[in-house]
């Protein structure tokens, strides 16, 4: 609370940035967790609620007429504009959100504070909803040629890795222990997805410290190991995810990759997908685009273009593609690696797996996926998302990569997906929004010590709950499309802009009707309908054809529930919304409105009485859950606790650094 | 000279065929006046592909002599046909000689010029009859079922000799206080005799979209009372209308120089004028061929693909032609005013402009029926003359005269229209490609020449079978329906912001693996609908009446401020 300079602000403006007539009054509240707008005027209140975590950045702008404007970015793509009549609640509000906006100690985070109505025993259970060891013995793990071991339990080989691992059975402690002696941080080559058909497996590790002609017989046994445990095939493949030069660079420093000759029967490949200071700019040059209000289709395609961002997708993609075809075609084993084996490892063996295996595709398998590639084998949550104030340098979009390459994979594949982007897009909203414990911290161990489980909760039982939401009426499990491997296309014209996740809260850019939510509606009562008429083809056993029989013909008559359900609730002002057909006029000069103009555009707003135009609002309520309003106590409780891993990060040095 | 003097080879065995996504073929490929036939040898289960050769965009063909092949004739040709509906496809054949001749048969039998050679006067299947009712709306049609025209608005036949306007029907509605002697007067004043008519009628408001050619004024500044006193008639009592030229203002002052020129404040004193500029002919086309060449190359790395894109500045012409619907669409429905829409010649942008604000303001145009007798009347019947526009597609290496794809930038615009309303629209994304591809090579006459006028000579309804008969007809209409249709009474305004338009998938990568997953996906659709209505039953199947209320949205005057000259 010491942070908050001014709780409170009366006769803010809330600038809809698509259209002048939709902007608002109102009051604007700072609490602990939260920045809440309170429109005035209207019965049914406005309510804007923004999670302090979900801050990006806070800027102000030159003054205008009506007042001192505050821009919120937010890293869901949430832009919101505040106009604040005085200048120095301005400069209050600014300090304050600031401040909040970038919490210095892990306590401060919303998961810390955060508690739905939920008690001890539930919110252990929530923990216990993804069960780690049932994933690898859905593989077929442990099994004859690979088990668990105990050798990182107490995280000392490798502080990043989780405690439980598998290794090949044939491997000894000591060439564990020295294999991982002679790679980046100590991570070890260790298995993460088996191919119960084939038994080829994709393994992942860090960089080798090779330098310039280091060797390691353990490593080189350790690889050596992975190859045989595979019985159908003579050699492996070793996938540097870095470009060649990247790779090379490292070398210098005691780093780099392995040698051929040293290695028995690996087939080495370069794959250049960029490093985590390329993705952070081209997203950055992406966001920009997408913030665009009311460009021509040509800034928008070169914007597009210029932001690199579909190349770096597409090289992801066909790392994956790549794997996923050794594996599944070859039969052939792949270890994968970068620098330090926990971000374009990450993604390239979940996008490898969710090609391979068609249980990814599904709600549980993609939630399972993630606990395990991302979570258990410390992707650098905290650093990568910013959580925590502190270093620029460590912030990048890589999970979020991945996602967008399951999303280019549904686009491609619109039957083989049990999800719809919606879970995509929650998931990322949850990455960042700090809202339970999952993606804090940058590893197990320090999820552990932080005490994580018995202090917030997990998210996927609260999607899980959601589910309806995030399901694909189109999915067929069982379709021709849905063969276990998926053979995407990389053709350049089948990578498409994610404009639900980038342009997320510009409500006026999205279709107004959706396909998918008019389908899962008739999938759903023709569910309905096939319970009823199994109820009645038992009261048929019972009573005989021909009774049963006008039994239903007459609630079919007279039931005209589903009747409404067909007809989906189409938002009817949305429809009826104008859009900017003259060059930007309403858009272009949000700023320069004059008070009385607005007055009388919000009284007319709430003139109409239908659904309340903030989009905004709306959105919030809808993507991060009723949750976000349910509770927003304020958890002062601060444990002493500083962010001990500062380790000078050497991933990704670029061949300039070098 | 008959058309089987072209055919020098009209058998050849032993040909390969390749094309997209299926393995190669040998079989035996047959040229007759009409069609390329090919069929594989198989007796049974024979497969046949069967090409109109009006669908036939270019050939290119490569002979080789390959010395040392082991048959005596060793020499062999390799013909790429690259047809309008954008399918390419290779034959291999043996034989140079042959392989020539079946060239040089596909290119002259492919660029008829006759209409009455086209295979429309040929097609005679056994399921149809000729002289059956021929197409689905016209002027006369639409006036009758528009109640609210009766008062203020009459059918002319003034042009029924075709002279007045010779791109105009024999019939059209004007208003009711303005007799056929302006009439003429006003089509001298007008290009090519396209005199102002009425398009449509709002049935909300009375508010009309007339369309017209560019007034001939001149560098003169010459006036016409009687074409003054026709816009006058059209806004009767109210005390506004816009005129939306779709020329730059640039554009517009230079037509004067040529003869040309716009309605100048001074003379249409109620009359506002905004000009938005649109592409026209040869830029469409050129646009149109640039695009499908960056569709055919997927080895292209994503940024190439993103300029080749841009620089095609097909989603642009897209843009724009939905913005200027767009705004046709407020100045009707939410300022409440009649609107003249016209660019020089007024049959392309034009007609785009005007039916597209008729597809979002009008829920009975979004019906099958609505949509293919909108076609009928504001494209076939208003003279957009097909036969040039569409003598080529993307691939042709003739020079370019008269194509220019405006109806296929419609199509588009439609397509963009059911992506962000997938329930709003009567038919399905099916019906917009049969269209694209009907439009460049038919079976029926619905498509053929440049204006009744022409088809009225041509004997087009006598001898030849309406496409939207057909497409009606009760077996094959379901594929053309959308099954999750639920009308809306309501305007449909579309997004016009670049990250709400797409690439047309289905048309421009029909061809390729992308497009294939997606019928899959059409499929599903309708296997759930279809389900629905089997447990539903029948009575339940018909969609409730709209739920929608109707929401007034709130007034603002934004023309104002708008580019007027």
């Not at chain 1, 273009?305 to 994956?320: F, P, Q, T, V």
């Amino acid at each position: 609370m010491e942070h908050i300079r001014m709780p409170k602000v009366e006769n803010v403006w809330l600038v809809d940035r698509s259209s002048s007539r939709r902007t608002q009054v109102g009051t604007l509240y700072l609490t602990a967790t939260h920045t809440i707008f309170v429109g005035k005027g209207s019965e049914n209140r406005n309510e804007l609620w923004v999670l302090h975590s979900l801050v990006c950045n806070v800027v102000k702008h030159k003054a205008s007429q009506s007042g001192y404007p505050l821009l919120i970015h937010c890293k869901n793509f949430q832009v919101i504009q505040f106009i604040i009549p005085q200048e120095s609640d301005c400069h209050d509000v600014y300090i304050s959100l600031s401040r909040l906006s970038r919490p210095e100690k892990y306590e401060e985070l919303y998961c810390f504070s955060f508690n739905p109505n939920a008690d001890k025993a539930e919110r252990e259970h929530s923990w216990d909803f993804l069960d780690m060891k049932a994933e690898y013995s859905r593989m077929g793990l442990p099994n004859k040629q690979w088990h668990v071991t105990p050798i990182n339990r107490e995280y000392r080989v490798c502080d990043t890795y989780p405690s439980d691992l598998f290794v090949p059975k044939s491997v000894t402690l000591p060439v564990i222990v020295g294999s991982s002696k002679f790679r980046s941080r100590g991570r070890f080559p260790t298995l993460s997805y088996y191919c119960k058909e084939n038994h080829a497996t994709i393994c992942r590790s860090s960089q080798p410290l090779s330098g310039f002609s280091a060797r390691c017989l353990e490593d080189e046994q350790m690889l050596q190991a992975i190859m045989k445990s595979n019985p159908g095939s003579r050699f492996m493949y070793v996938v540097d995810t870095r470009p060649k030069l990247n790779a090379m660079a490292n070398r210098a420093a005691g780093k780099g990759y392995e040698n051929e000759d040293n290695y028995c029967n690996i087939k080495f490949q370069f794959i250049g997908i960029e490093n985590i200071h390329v993705m952070r700019n081209s997203l950055q040059k992406l966001i920009e685009v997408s913030a665009l209000r009311s460009p021509t289709m040509r800034e928008f395609l070169l914007g597009l273009e210029n932001s690199d961002w579909l190349r770096h997708i597409k090289s992801i993609m066909e790392a994956g593609i790549f794997i996923s075809k050794a594996v599944a075609e070859e039969g052939v084993s792949v270890l994968v690696h970068c620098s330090d084996g926990w971000d374009r490892t990450a993604q390239v063996c979940s996008v490898a797996s969710v090609l391979l295996d068609p249980y990814y595709r599904t709600l549980k398998g993609l939630m399972v996926l993630i606990e395990k590639d991302w979570v258990s084998f410390g992707h650098k949550f905290s650093h990568r998302c910013g959580h925590l104030d502190g270093e620029d340098k460590e912030v990048s979009p890589v999970i979020d990569q991945f996602l967008e390459c399951v999303w280019q994979f549904m686009d491609q594949f619109p039957c083989s997906f049990e999800y719809n982007e919606k879970f995509l897009i929650s998931i990322h909203n949850h990455v960042y929004s700090c809202h339970y414990g999952n993606f804090i911290c940058n590893s197990q161990k320090e999820r552990k010590d932080l005490c994580i489980k018995e202090k917030t909760h997990s998210i996927w039982p609260h999607l899980w709950e959601n589910k309806l939401d995030f399901m694909n009426p189109l999915y067929k499990p069982d379709q021709s499309q849905n063969q276990r491997l998926l053979r995407p296309s990389t053709a350049p014209f089948c990578f498409k802009y994610w404009r639900r996740l980038y342009n997320r809260f510009d409500r006026e850019l999205h279709p107004r009707q959706s396909e998918l939510d008019c389908l899962m509606t008739i999938k759903e009562e023709t569910q309905q309908l096939e319970e009823e008429l199994a109820v009645y083809e038992q009261k048929l056993a019972v009573l005989g054809k021909e009774r049963a029989k006008t039994l239903y013909m007459q609630k079919g008559l007279l039931d005209g529930k589903q009747q409404t359900l067909w007809s989906l609730p189409l938002d009817a002002s949305l429809v009826n919304t104008p859009q900017d057909y003259i060059d930007g006029f309403i858009g272009a000069a949000p700023n320069v409105f004059t008070l009385q103009q607005g007055e009388r555009e919000s009284a007319e707003i709430s003139l109409l009485g239908d659904k309340p135009k903030c989009s905004d609002a709306d959105n919030s309520d809808q993507e991060s859950g009723v949750a976000d309003f349910s509770s927003h106590s304020s958890g002062e409780e601060s444990l002493p606790s500083e962010d001990s891993v500062k380790d000078p990060d050497s991933d990704e040095t670029g061949p300039n650094k070098a | 000279m008959e058309l089987s003097e072209h055919i020098r080879t009209a058998n050849v065995e032993d040909v390969t065929l390749r094309r997209p996504f299926h393995p190669a073929l040998r079989g035996t490929l047959c040229v007759t006046s009409h069609h390329l036939l090919f069929s594989d040898r198989k007796d049974e289960d024979s497969w046949q592909l069967l090409i109109l050769l009006r669908n036939i965009d270019a050939t290119e063909k490569s002979v080789e002599n390959l010395f040392g092949y082991p048959r005596a004739v060793g020499s062999s040709g390799t013909i790429t046909i690259k047809c309008k509906d954008l399918l390419v496809l290779q034959l291999e054949i043996p034989g140079m000689e042959e392989c020539l001749n079946i060239a040089s048969s596909i290119e002259a039998l492919s660029a008829l010029e006759s209409v009455t050679e086209m295979y429309p006067f040929f097609y005679r299947p056994s399921h149809l009859t000729l002289h059956g009712p021929w197409g689905l709306s016209s002027t006369e049609k639409y006036y009758k079922q528009t109640e609210r025209l009766w008062d203020r608005w009459r059918v002319s036949t003034v042009n029924s000799d075709y002279s007045v306007c010779p791109s105009y029907p024999h019939a059209v509605i004007v208003p009711r206080e303005v007799d056929d002697e302006k009439l003429v007067q006003s089509a001298r004043f007008r290009q090519g005799g396209r005199f102002p008519v009425l398009s449509y009628c709002h049935h909300r408001n009375g508010m009309v979209i007339m369309r017209s050619s560019q007034p001939l004024t001149g560098a003169n500044r010459k006036r016409c009372k009687e074409d003054e006193l026709l816009l006058q008639a059209v806004i009767d009592g109210s005390l506004l209308g816009y005129i939306i030229d779709l020329r730059s203002t640039q554009q517009a002052q230079q037509a004067r120089m040529t003869g040309g020129g716009f309605e100048s404040k001074s003379c249409y004193s109620h009359w506002k004028r905004i000009h938005r500029h649109h592409e026209r002919g040869k830029v469409l086309q050129e646009s149109l061929i640039k695009l499908v060449e960056a569709c055919s190359d997927p080895s292209h790395s994503v940024d190439r693909w993103l300029s080749k894109l841009e620089n095609s500045k097909w989603l642009s012409h897209v843009h724009s032609a939905l913005s200027t619907a767009g705004l046709v669409v407020e100045c009707v429905e939410r300022d409440g005013h009649s609107v003249l829409v016209h660019g020089s010649e007024g049959t392309d942008s034009t007609l785009l402009v005007s039916s597209l604000a008729q597809l979002i303001l009008d829920p009975a145009s979004r019906t099958l029926t609505g949509f293919l007798g909108l076609l009928e009347r504001d494209w076939i019947q208003a003279g957009h003359p097909f036969q040039q526009r569409c003598a080529h597609s993307a691939y042709s290496h003739a020079r370019l005269k008269q194509e220019c794809p405006s109806f296929l930038l419609l199509l588009d615009c439609v397509w963009q229209v059911w992506r962000q309303f997938p329930l709003a629209l009567e038919f399905s994304e099916a019906l917009l490609l049969r269209l694209a591809q009907e439009v460049y090579a038919s079976n029926y006459g619905t498509f053929l020449c440049n204006n009744e006028q022409e088809r009225c000579a041509a004997g087009v309804k006598e001898n030849t079978h309406c496409l939207f008969q057909s497409l009606l007809s009760p077996d094959i209409e379901e594929q053309y329906l959308n099954p999750l249709y639920e009308p809306t009474d309501l305007a449909i305004w579309p997004s016009v912001h670049p990250q709400s338009l797409q690439l047309w998938t289905g048309l421009f990568l029909r061809w390729t693996e992308y497009a294939q997953n997606m019928e899959e996906a059409r499929e599903e659709v309708w296997s759930i609908v279809k389900e629905h209505r089997e447990r539903a039953g029948p009575d339940r199947t018909n969609n409730t009446p709209s739920t929608h209320c109707d929401t007034l949205t709130p007034f603002e005057n934004l023309m104002d401020e708008l580019t007027i000259l």
